[in-house]
């Protein structure tokens, strides 16, 4: 049952990329990949439920379901939901004619079924080799358009991606081989094995092992200082691409993170690990926090939330313990649906005003009333004030970390958080209550349902998680805290 | 551990075929010409495939002799075929304004070095495998990884970026032979094929940079910034 | 008393030779080149005219300039008794000094011929001094680094320990180290004997460096300055050839028939290395000035990586 569910899930997207290969009307395209997303919805929906408490292997030990990895790809399969309905409206401004949407849609399926086949990966190599087809996939996704600016960021994503993730692929090698100095020279490298070889071997191996990961997937993940190459491709890449890398992309590399810590953790020899973890989600907060307040871009704005974001989840992850996981879980999905919604809003108001700049963008409630208002409180979820998820997951995770040995990250990122709060509702206080200078033409666009739609299907869910926290999903953390 | 227990024949077969391989990796941080980074580049393939290869007849490993012959199908022929190909036709010869002297980037290079060494050393007397071949490859690997980032931070062109990102991989392989010759071939082989795509891609992409930006140095691709 | 006639045969061999192995490459330069050239012997009827000539000395000359050049020939005389010429035994007075002794006697020569540059107070005086010292900048740690490698390979600093170790041992020989340091130290030759792609014994004085520095000199006192350099290239021609490349071939017993064949036999390795020294200066041109660093850059890399090698292996 959850292996006829996993297939569906992964042959569904790719079955979608081969057939927008194969037929080049641009309605058919659409319609394929909205097919495929509903699709994987459904199919990854149970998967949570199926997963609490037990895991599930297949394909000789190949495969391998388990509650963390089924959360994961319910969070991407919902991005990828939203961002096909999106798409459909968003491409359509974009490229009139059509000639060359096949190709998008067939890319976007192939990044989204790269994406959903990462979780699930049990040996660690070939968890490696997932990552690094997104990125080849998602680098054309992000040169789409085909301008100077899109190609350089797509040089620059996957020129540093690509170096950073080689250092993954040495950590992978060095956790290989500390395993083999206690199992032998050939064995299976899964998970679980690995957690099982490390109470084992020497700490300062696992220690050096763990280092390397952690920068390289931490490329992938945009930590701070490896982040160089998110705000460009996150705002060079057409909106419904970004809203999938943020969303979707950046948690499946931080799942990465979480499972070598566990690793380490079962190793219990050194705090370096857990230690080194926080430090980066500080530096990410911190780097975050800078450019925040003096940003001009409305999508490079919203490529540094993500940074922040990431750096919260990796605080999460480091704190530990059921506080600190549960809190990153519950992040994770919220961030998911949020940052989306702020994507869309971003992409709508880029075309509305036909600049990528927010010093453009102006009284926005006069002219878009409904998802100007939408993407406003968006911007007020995002920056983590209540009622909504992420005030929820914040708050647990700084409780993490007041028990944590490391309480001074938390007080910094309170610190932080306060201060990339302050800035980013500046930006969009001028953008929505400033003065009007008479720039140019009032935007004329109409934003049809395609547009707003998926920002209402975003919105709700974190408006709703953010005053009910069902009892269900907490326990759902705690079995993933207690069994990682 | 196949590194522990090597007669000195063989251990000195592969210290050689690492070191030159590292010593090749040199050559290509002190080139300006793209043509002898190439050349470098191809003969430390031929090299890592012939150390495969070895370690193969040492460590009875039956199945790294099919690693060896596609490494050097893959990367000591069809990636410099490919790299080739997109050096003609892009019409660069050599690194026109170098951010670093090549002598400065050998120097460098060489501090890299020690401190690698320092690195494995430490590494190799915990585990108790100091005065092995296994030290040298840990050596090799980490100095061959940061070498590819300096060639990586100080070279402009689009090819030498390219070139420095499959010394990375050069490297890692190398190191993966000799210290965990046993890892399954599935790995290894998927390694290879994926190494093949990313040239692809990256040849799509220079023929992008060069049709919508004019030029493949990164000192044009300077407008996003902030 | 035979190992002390052996040493003053050691010191007459390189007094005698060294002015030959400077001709004989000059010759072959030429003819590779495809014209006659001189003969190999010329620099001896050079040093033999330059003795009997008059001295000229400048005004502004002090007791540096008489000085210097009695300097760096006593100099260039104490090193072979340092170093292993004929016997691969040690003689008497070779613990003297070390191969880091060898290599600072030897400085120390070089640094008497720069003094004796400034000392005139001549305009190029000044520029060739200057620039062999930026020269000696680049190659100094690299020399020191070379020879501590040499003396971690064979883990003693005496040059017969060394000499003992690589004809013993093949495996020591075709090490990944002593093949590095090979290199390495053929590149030093070339910078410290003044051949391209450093080359500089030309009279241009946008380029030369050598000839700068002796420009003032001329009879007896040029005579000594010329043979002093000569053998400078013969002292570092013996220490390539005996310790590190072909340690092959010395006397092994110290008697006079053996001694003889130990000389005729060092100066067939000097011709072998001449060879090879002729066929790269005439296979390159000279480098821009900003650019000798490049050489020794790469010298320095392959010094590194003998000290690595050596260490891990």
Redesign the interface.
């Known amino acids: 049952m959850v292996g006829a569910l996993l297939l569906i899930l992964t042959l569904a997207p790719l079955g979608a990329m081969l057939g927008c290969l194969a037929l080049r009307a641009p309605r058919a395209c659409e319609r394929l990949n909205l097919a495929a997303a509903i699709v994987g919805l459904a199919a990854a929906l149970p998967l949570p439920v199926a997963a609490f408490g037990r895991s599930y292997a297949f394909w000789d030990r190949y495969v391998l379901l388990d509650a963390i990895g089924a959360w994961t790809l319910l969070c991407t399969a919902v991005v990828y939901l939203l961002a096909s309905i999106y798409a459909v409206g968003y491409m359509r401004l974009l490229d009139e004619d059509g000639r060359r949407l096949h190709r998008f849609y067939a890319l976007f399926a192939g990044f989204a079924a790269t994406m959903l086949c990462g979780p699930l990966m049990n040996?660690v190599?070939?968890y490696w080799?997932a990552i690094?087809?997104t990125t080849?996939v998602s680098?054309?996704l992000v040169?789409f358009e085909?301008?100077?600016?899109s190609?350089?960021?797509?040089?620059?994503y996957?020129?540093v991606v690509?170096?950073g993730i080689?250092?993954a692929?040495?950590g992978t090698?060095l956790f290989?081989?500390a395993g083999?100095?206690v199992l032998?020279?050939?064995?299976?490298?899964t998970w679980s094995t690995l957690r099982a070889v490390a109470p084992k071997v020497?700490a300062?191996?696992l220690d050096?092992a763990f280092l390397l990961v952690l920068i390289g997937y931490g490329t992938k993940a945009g930590l701070a200082p490896m982040h160089t190459w998110l705000?460009?491709a996150h705002?060079?890449g057409p909106a419904p691409v970004s809203a999938m890398l943020s969303g979707a992309l950046l948690n499946t590399a931080m799942l990465g993170i979480a499972r070598f810590l566990a690793v380490t953790d079962a190793a219990g020899g050194s705090a370096l690990p857990r230690t080194v973890v926080v430090v980066f989600g500080v530096v990410s907060l911190l780097v975050a926090a800078l450019?925040i307040v003096?940003?001009?871009?409305v999508k490079?704005l919203m490529a540094y939330s993500s940074v922040e974001h990431m750096g919260v989840l990796a605080l999460g992850f480091g704190f530990g313990g059921p506080l600190g996981i549960a809190g990153a879980l519950y992040h994770m999905f919220n961030h998911s649906l949020t940052k989306s919604l702020m994507f869309f809003g971003a992409g709508n108001a880029m075309r509305a005003y036909g600049s990528k700049d927010m010093s453009d963008i102006r009284a926005l409630p006069r002219h878009y009333p409904v998802s100007g208002a939408l993407w406003l409180a968006g911007a007020v979820a995002i920056t983590g004030a209540p009622p909504f998820g992420l005030f929820l997951s914040e708050l647990m995770i700084l409780r993490a970390g007041f028990a944590s040995p490391q309480a001074w990250a938390a007080i910094a990122m309170l610190v932080l958080l306060i201060v990339i709060f302050a800035g980013f509702l500046n930006h969009f206080r001028r953008m929505y209550f400033g003065e009007e200078e008479g720039r140019g033409a009032a935007p004329a666009l109409r934003l049809g349902g395609w547009l707003t739609l998926p920002m209402w299907l975003a919105l709700v869910p974190v408006a709703v998680l953010g005053v009910w926290w069902p009892q269900a999903l907490w326990s759902f953390f705690h079995s993933v805290a207690a069994h990682p | 551990m196949l590194a522990a227990h090597l007669d000195p024949l063989a251990a000195s077969l592969f210290s050689l075929l690492a070191i030159a391989s590292l010593l090749l990796a040199f050559v290509m941080l002190g080139s300006r010409w793209l043509r002898d980074y190439l050349v470098a580049f191809t003969i430390e393939s031929w090299l890592i495939a012939l150390l495969s290869a070895a370690v193969a007849y040492y460590g009875g490993y039956r199945e790294l002799y099919l690693v060896a012959v596609l490494t050097a199908a893959f990367r000591g022929v069809l990636l410099p075929y490919l790299l080739k190909r997109i050096i003609v036709r892009l019409n660069v010869d050599r690194e026109l304004h170098l951010s670093l002297q090549p002598s400065s980037s050998l120097v460098i290079g060489a501090l890299l070095v020690v401190f690698a060494f320092v690195v494995s050393t430490h590494l190799g007397a915990r585990l108790g495998l100091a005065g092995t071949v296994a030290v040298l490859a840990l050596t090799v690997m980490l100095s061959m990884k940061l070498i590819g980032f300096l060639m990586l931070a100080v070279r402009h062109e689009a090819i030498s970026q390219i070139l420095g990102l499959l010394v990375l991989e050069n490297g890692i392989f190398l190191g993966s032979q000799i210290l965990v010759p046993g890892m399954p071939l599935l790995l290894e082989l998927v390694i290879l094929f994926d190494l093949l795509v990313i040239v692809v891609c990256f040849g799509v992409l220079v023929r992008y940079l060069v049709a919508h930006v004019g030029s493949t140095s990164s000192r044009e691709l300077r407008r996003l910034v902030g | 008393m035979r190992d002390i006639l052996l040493q003053i045969a050691q010191v007459a061999t390189v007094l005698a030779l060294s002015p030959l192995l400077q001709g004989v490459i000059a010759r072959w330069e030429e003819r590779v080149q495809r014209s006659r050239g001189p003969s190999a012997l010329q620099p001896y009827r050079d040093l033999w005219k330059l003795l009997h000539k008059e001295q000229v000395v400048p005004q502004t000359a002090s007791w540096i300039y008489y000085v210097a050049p009695v300097v760096a020939f006593t100099c260039m005389l104490t090193v072979p008794i340092l170093i292993p010429v004929l016997t691969d035994f040690p003689l008497p007075l070779s613990d003297m000094g070390d191969i880091l002794g060898g290599g600072l006697v030897l400085a120390l020569g070089s640094f008497a011929i720069l003094l004796a540059g400034l000392d005139s107070g001549s305009a190029y005086g000044g520029i060739g001094s200057s620039r062999s010292v930026m020269v000696a900048i680049l190659a100094e740690p690299t020399l020191i680094l070379v020879f501590v490698g040499i003396t971690l390979l064979a883990k003693a600093m005496l040059p017969f320990v060394v000499n003992h170790l690589l004809v013993r041992d093949p495996a020591a020989y075709w090490s990944p180290a002593h093949l590095f340091l090979i290199l390495a130290f053929f590149v030093l030759l070339l910078t410290e004997t003044d051949r391209l792609p450093i080359h500089s014994s030309t009279h241009i004085e946008v380029y030369m460096i050598e000839e700068a520095r002796v420009l003032e000199y001329s009879g007896p006192l040029l005579a000594l300055v010329k043979w002093a350099s000569m053998m400078k290239q013969f002292i570092l021609y013996i220490i390539f050839v005996n310790v590190l490349t072909l340690p092959w071939g010395l006397s092994h017993a110290g008697s006079a028939p053996g001694a003889l064949a130990a000389a005729a036999a060092l100066f067939l390795k000097m011709l072998a290395v001449g060879a090879v020294v002729v066929v790269v200066e005439t296979a390159q041109s000279r480098l821009r000035f900003y650019r000798y660093q490049e050489p020794l850059a790469a010298s320095f890399l392959l010094a590194v990586l003998a000290i690595v090698a050596n260490q891990l292996s």
């Open positions: 040996n190599g070939v080799i690094e087809l080849l680098t054309f040169g085909l301008g100077k600016e190609i350089e960021a797509a040089w620059k996957i020129i690509s170096a080689s250092l692929l040495l090698v290989y081989w083999s100095l032998g020279p050939t064995y299976d490298m020497d300062r191996l050096a705000p460009d705002s060079e450019f003096r940003q001009e871009g490079r």
